[in-house]
């Protein structure tokens, strides 16, 4: 018997009706179904990927399907991702990988194949770009999507073009993904977690209060762990709690952060989905597979590093002023040294040159697990200067480098390296 | 301790030394400044440990005696007393440090003079005298070019040392890889055989701030590591860069041959103009050179793009050449006279400017890509 007329809206996932009958999909009589009064009128949306490196391995190697799958640094460093099968035995990402093979001995473990992955990427926003344009991609495997004033266009509210993009990432590109539909990005983001994988959830604008009342703290975005420990240990578990204060009490206590709190505890966040993020800093480290204390072995890793966020500068058209070297001597602790120049770079000749001074002050025989160097205060790179007055060689260095750019754009990146780089 | 002194007068032997103190210390003393009296008047010290000024006053001493306060706390509270109050500093036997202002009355924490650093100088066997207003000009010319880059250390102060070129002169001299400013003045007596030293960045400027009012002559004595600079109740004595600063000679181009020559008022008034619509930290200004004209563009990708045309004299064939507006700012800033002089090579070779006024003052300036 179809359901009568003031029950909420509901959608079927899998084949898109609007009608259910005996709790099941009218038309298809599959159990995927959502049901919410807002349905039809939220439109801000996060999309998530489903443990999305593991699911590209898995779809490309069918043989991995039915096994524990984790990705990330093979002997030491942490997992990436991990696949929904590892998860049952307790493995998590940013897990360190010698508890993840404790927990799952019998998982297969993989490095990650980056370079694929933004590609299936590129694909995923390919397709949620036949939406809107209003996509803003947090990461190489999430995005927000802001719908409103799509309902003419794609003749279906934003919840059904969502399920219709969610179907089109499973049957062209084989992998699957969740999404959170509210009306802000803060509870979209919040929404896409809460029953993942294949998941569809919605908060709306009714219940948004009473939903956030008992979430932990730590939902919040931009509580990291240092925060939510003085949080906790002011008694603050619960977003509700947080309601009690005045903006600027939680201003006074927590410093900017604090009007962020007053807000997103009231579900209250004005930030729009916005194109065209740009990156505050660009960066790359590399967690080692053993110590290494000597300056020789620190500084080859070092140059591995500066040329990667060289490279990845280039390819934004971006140059940076300031060039943080970060060390870790133990898994706890993180050491970062920067300084900033007069002009910006993004050459790594000058990259290297000063982050080589900062990392020979730290190293003083300490052994280091991780290696990383960035650059922050970006600007476009146009007009850089790139002369040193006092390097005269510095200009013949930046043409070297230009050269080889061009050269690795043609013959790829391996097709010619400077000998430092060679190792061994 | 007892004594009282007249609120300006306090107030400006405060400013002298308050802004050597950091605004955050590890070590708590140094977060304090040393108040004793010395001599029936006042000294008061202020140490970073790498920079020592003692600004001494005359006050009205009752008692003699020496503690330490905290400077910033001590600085605020006596800017915000009444004008021509008398002040009244009285060390208590509770140690603690009484200052009374009309109604106002403060009791300050104190910590004993004994724990405050002493910045022993050595021998310093380099003496000589120089007037302010030429160590003014030595520091103004050259100081907006000092570098903030750490790694390269010895480029964060200006390296001041004696050249036999022709006249012996008493050279300083800035640099941060991007431009160059060099200026000169006849050697002092007695800086002969000194040498070549590079002054910290925070130094120069404290001992810019110092001599801002001062006319007379300052009295410079220096060794390898330290220098001293006493003039007028003040003493200021700080660590010298422990560094070779480059030999910046090489930098100076002398084969240049394109001159331009532009009224400098007008030209950094359109500089400075030009350069608004760009939104870039470096904001970059591309110059134009054809014969008479010289016409400035600025393109930025966001809001738009901006040109001006100055009246210049220029005879070689035309060039375009790009800089940092920002640089050029520093140095017109700086041209006394009112035509600057740039000696041009190519685009992507280090330029030279000079002051029609003074031609003790050179600049070099690396273009930019545009």
């Known amino acids: ?424 | 301790m007892k004594l009282s002194i007249e609120r300006g007068k306090l107030l400006r032997s405060l400013g002298h030394v308050q802004s050597v103190v950091e605004k955050r210390n590890t070590i708590p003393i140094l977060s304090n400044v040393q108040i004793e009296v010395q001599n029936g008047s006042l000294a008061l010290t202020a140490t970073d440990l790498d920079l020592t000024i003692v600004d001494t006053t005359e006050a009205n001493i009752s008692e003699s005696g020496a503690t330490t306060v905290p400077a910033h706390t001590l600085f605020d509270i006596v800017r915000k007393l009444p004008d021509g109050a008398e002040v009244e500093l009285s060390l208590e036997a509770d140690q603690r440090l009484a200052l009374t202002a009309g109604r106002a009355k403060f009791a300050l924490a104190c910590l004993p003079k004994e724990d405050f650093p002493v910045m022993s100088t050595g021998d310093l066997p380099h003496r000589f005298d120089i007037a302010s207003d030429q160590l003014k000009r030595l520091i103004d010319k050259t100081r907006f070019a000092i570098s903030t880059e750490e790694t390269r250390y010895y480029l964060n102060g200006i390296y001041l040392h004696v050249s036999e070129n022709g006249d012996s002169t008493l050279r300083a001299v800035a640099t941060d890889g991007h431009r160059l400013a060099r200026m000169e003045i006849p050697l002092p007596d007695g800086a002969k055989g000194m040498p070549g030293v590079i002054v910290p960045r925070k130094t120069v400027n404290e001992l810019r701030k110092l001599i801002d009012e001062f006319d007379g002559d300052v009295s410079v004595a220096l060794s390898e590591t330290k220098i001293q600079f006493s003039f007028d109740g003040a003493v200021l004595t700080s660590k010298l860069i422990d560094g070779t600063f480059p030999d910046y000679s090489r930098v100076i181009p002398l084969g240049n041959d394109k001159i331009l020559e532009v009224d400098c008022h007008m030209f950094a008034e359109a500089v400075d103009r030009v350069s608004t619509i760009s939104s870039d930290r470096t904001r970059s200004v591309k110059l134009n050179l054809e014969a008479d004209k010289l016409v400035l563009t600025v393109n930025s990708p966001e809001n738009g793009t901006a040109r001006e045309e100055v009246a210049a004299q220029y005879a070689a064939e035309a060039m375009e050449i790009g800089f940092n507006a920002r640089y050029l700012l520093d140095i017109l800033g700086q041209v006394e006279g009112d035509t600057m002089h740039a000696k041009l090579a190519d685009p992507s070779s280090p330029t030279v400017i000079q002051d029609s006024a003074d031609p003790a003052a050179l600049y070099v300036l690396m273009p930019m890509r545009v």
């Open chain 1, 1 to 424: 018997m179809p359901e009568p007329n003031n029950q909420p809206p509901l959608l079927c996932l899998d084949c898109r009706s609007r009608q259910a009958l005996d709790g099941r999909c009218a038309q298809c009589h599959g159990t995927r179904l959502v049901r919410h009064p807002e349905l039809d009128q939220l439109s801000i949306a996060h999309l998530d990927c489903d443990a999305f490196y593991a699911a590209v391995e898995k779809r490309d190697d069918p043989s991995l399907r039915h096994r524990p799958l984790i990705i990330g640094g093979q002997k030491r460093g942490v997992v990436a991702t991990c696949c929904y099968i590892a998860r049952l035995s307790g493995v998590h990402s940013a897990m360190p990988m010698f508890e993840a093979k404790r927990r799952c001995p019998e998982a297969v473990i993989m490095g990650p194949n980056m370079a694929k992955y933004r590609a299936v990427s590129r694909q995923v926003r390919a397709l949620m770009l036949t939406l809107t344009p209003l996509v803003e991609p947090l990461s190489v495997d999430e995005a927000f999507l802001d719908l409103t004033g799509t309902r003419r266009l794609h003749g279906a509210p934003p919840a059904v073009s969502l399920a219709r993009l969610l179907a089109r990432i499973e049957d062209q590109i084989g992998i699957t993904a969740s999404v959170g539909l509210s009306f802000n990005k803060f509870l979209a983001k919040v929404a896409s977690e809460m029953n993942k994988p294949r998941g569809f959830c919605v908060i709306g604008r009714a219940e948004a209060m009473d939903f956030l009342e008992d979430q932990p703290v730590r939902l919040i975005w931009g509580v990291g762990h240092s925060l939510h420990q003085k949080l906790e240990r002011h008694g603050l578990h619960t977003i509700g709690q947080l309601r009690a204060f005045e903006k600027a009490d939680l201003v006074a206590r927590y410093g900017k952060i604090g009007s962020r709190l007053y807000h997103l505890a009231r579900a209250e966040d004005p930030r729009p989905v916005s194109t065209d993020r740009k990156p505050k800093s660009v960066s790359s480290e590399r967690t080692l597979e053993r110590d290494l204390y000597r300056y020789a072995d620190l500084e080859s890793v070092l140059w591995d590093q500066v040329e990667a966020v060289s490279r990845a500068l280039k390819s934004k058209g971006l140059a940076g002023r300031t060039i943080t070297l970060k060390l870790k001597p133990d898994r706890h602790r993180t050491l970062t040294r920067a300084t900033t120049l007069a002009a910006p770079t993004q050459m790594s000749h000058v990259i290297f040159e000063h982050s080589k001074v900062l990392l020979k002050r730290e190293a003083t025989g300490r052994p280091y697990r991780l290696v990383g160097v960035g650059l922050s205060k970006l600007e476009a790179a146009t007009g850089v200067l790139e002369v040193d007055l006092l390097d005269p060689a510095s200009g013949r260095k930046s043409v070297a480098e230009r050269t080889l750019d061009k050269l690795r754009s043609r013959f790829g990146a391996d097709a010619i390296k400077k000998g430092r780089s060679l190792k061994g």
